[in-house]
């Protein structure tokens, strides 16, 4: 059974930073790519960031790139989202979510964690 538990999240203060981790379990985790989402308070799904299976290769939305780093161990089978000069508008559910394919450039999810809150206020 494929798992994906999300940790880390909390409440930070704007210009904070916090650590996300997922932890995955029930597949070959290094051999697929991974993703963060997240979804804020009224709002659909926004897609944040990505890696390569090997890490070779990260992305990025415009609204989090210079402040948010995606990595992952695979030897521990964890990924992890580093977000730093946080803001408001960061407040969000986040998801990790194991990329199946990416089909046009767009990736394909079959699984999806629970979600970790985050939130950003003062």
């Known amino acids: 059974q494929v798992q994906l538990v999300e940790s880390g999240g909390g409440l930070a203060q704007p210009g904070g930073s916090l650590r996300l981790s997922c932890a995955a379990s029930g597949f070959t985790f290094s051999s697929y790519a991974m993703s963060w989402a997240r979804q804020a308070p009224g709002k659909g799904l926004e897609w944040v960031s990505g890696?390569?299976?090997?890490?070779?290769?990260?992305y990025y939305a415009d609204s989090v790139k210079g402040r948010f780093t995606i990595s992952r161990d695979n030897a521990k089978n964890t990924l992890y989202l580093q977000m730093n000069s946080l803001k408001p508008e960061d407040t969000a559910l986040y998801y990790c979510a194991k990329v199946n394919r990416v089909r046009v450039g767009v990736p394909e999810y079959d699984y999806w964690g629970q979600g970790t809150q985050v939130t950003v206020s003062s």
């Open positions: 890696i390569y299976s090997d890490g070779s290769d990260t």
